[in-house]
């Protein structure tokens, strides 16, 4: 056995980081317009540097911009395409014993990638990184999913097809564009897979207007065709969540509701799971994997600070190859540090000491 020389890699991590105070100080400022747009940059630049060099520090083979110069994991991308807009609600997302910031976003216009903020992000990280810079944007999935039929214009998509198409192009468009920029690892961040195994968001999906028996067809498609005309030296994965904002969830639930579509029909390089809790269920769900497909066990949590024996993270390592041959597993935290920029409970030694742990582990499961 042997390290991987192409992403995903043995030691990964999903991409967010925990914001430095001097950052969330400087993003403070900035909103109270005590600071300048370019004094910002001076403060993100400066401490995504940190971040990136940290990464390398540690012994990962990628690093991400740990998603400093965002908000939102998510609704930062879908606000920057064409037709779609972020606007203020009622009230936030409501995860177990904890509210998000009030903010959503909804379709009112046809559907266009023309360019994006991010692409001059990932630019950043590539010329400040002497490993593989690894991109995050949202899966498209994810914009339909928790925002439902209710947030797609009528007037402008009375047919739901046509809506999955245009989001489709839209994602060929973005993936062209960062592959121009230079990016060979972009990772699909989603909710919408995990989500749609829990009862309750279920339920939730049908008052959004939406149907989600037929959803995972649907997102198999979706994502399909998002992918199409990806150049063959590009790695493109996608990470599945269960909601990740101060260190609490919203579903609970096993893959199995969607397995079969997801580990057997979706065209994509590899899988990040979440396998950290007994909410996640067991990795039964990965005999449906077809194809030579990677997948990157979430084992490690990034919701609190302790540090998880190492022997029990390699025993489960162990029961997974039940499944999935050990050549084609990675190892990962099970989410990202910050998928918003409040950030998880836990403190940013915390943080690196878990990622250091994954690279030990990896070196030791696989060997250097």
């Given at each position: 056995m042997s390290q991987r020389t192409t992403p995903p890699f043995r030691a990964d991590h999903v991409g967010s980081l925990l914001r430095p105070a001097?950052?969330?100080?400087?993003?403070?400022?900035?909103?109270?317009?005590?600071?300048?747009?370019?004094?910002?940059?001076?403060?993100e630049d400066r401490e995504i540097e940190k971040a990136i060099r940290k990464q390398e520090e540690i012994g990962l083979k990628l690093a991400?911009?740990?998603?400093?110069?965002?908000?939102?994991?998510?609704?930062?991308?879908?606000?920057?395409?064409d037709g779609v807009e972020l606007y203020s609600t009622k009230e936030g997302i409501h995860f177990a014993g904890v509210d998000t910031k009030a903010e959503s976003v909804r379709v009112t216009g046809m559907v266009r990638f023309f360019g994006h903020p991010h692409i001059e992000h990932f630019k950043f990280l590539q010329a400040h990184t002497k490993v593989t810079p690894k991109m995050t944007i949202p899966a498209p999935s994810t914009l339909h999913f928790r925002q439902g039929r209710q947030s797609i214009s009528k007037d402008v998509y009375p047919d739901l097809d046509a809506y999955f198409d245009d989001v489709a192009v839209a994602y060929q468009d973005a993936i062209r564009a960062f592959y121009e920029a230079g990016c060979r690892y972009l990772q699909l961040d989603d909710t919408a897979w995990s989500m749609m195994c829990d009862p309750k968001q279920r339920e939730d999906s049908k008052k959004r207007g939406d149907d989600p028996d037929k959803l995972p067809r649907d997102y198999t498609s979706l994502t399909n065709k998002a992918l199409v005309g990806k150049p063959a030296d590009m790695v493109v994965t996608m990470h599945s969540c269960r909601g990740n904002f101060r260190s609490t969830f919203i579903a609970s639930g096993g893959y199995e509701f969607v397995a079969e579509e997801?580990?057997?029909?979706?065209?994509?390089?590899g899988y990040f799971l979440e396998f950290d809790t007994e909410r996640a269920g067991g990795f039964d769900v990965l005999r449906h994997l077809k194809g030579n497909k990677t997948v990157v066990l979430g084992l490690v949590t990034s919701k609190s600070g302790r540090l998880e024996p190492k022997d029990d993270i390699?025993?489960?390592?162990?029961?997974?190859?039940?499944?999935?041959?050990?050549?084609?597993?990675?190892?990962?935290?099970?989410?990202?540090?910050?998928?918003?920029?409040?950030?998880?409970?836990?403190?940013?030694?915390?943080?690196?000491?878990?990622?250091?742990?994954?690279?030990?582990?990896?070196?030791?499961?696989?060997?250097?």
């Open positions: 001097a950052l969330k100080a400087a993003r403070a400022a900035h909103a109270k317009e005590e600071i300048t747009d370019a004094q910002l940059k001076e403060v991400t911009d740990g998603e400093f110069r965002r908000s939102w994991w998510q609704f930062d991308f879908y606000k920057g395409l997801l580990f057997g029909n979706v065209n994509i390089d390699k025993r489960r390592i162990d029961e997974a190859t039940k499944y999935v041959p050990l050549e084609r597993l990675c190892l990962s935290p099970q989410c990202g540090f910050a998928s918003t920029e409040e950030g998880n409970v836990l403190a940013e030694d915390e943080q690196w000491a878990k990622l250091r742990m994954i690279v030990e582990l990896a070196d030791e499961v696989w060997g250097r």
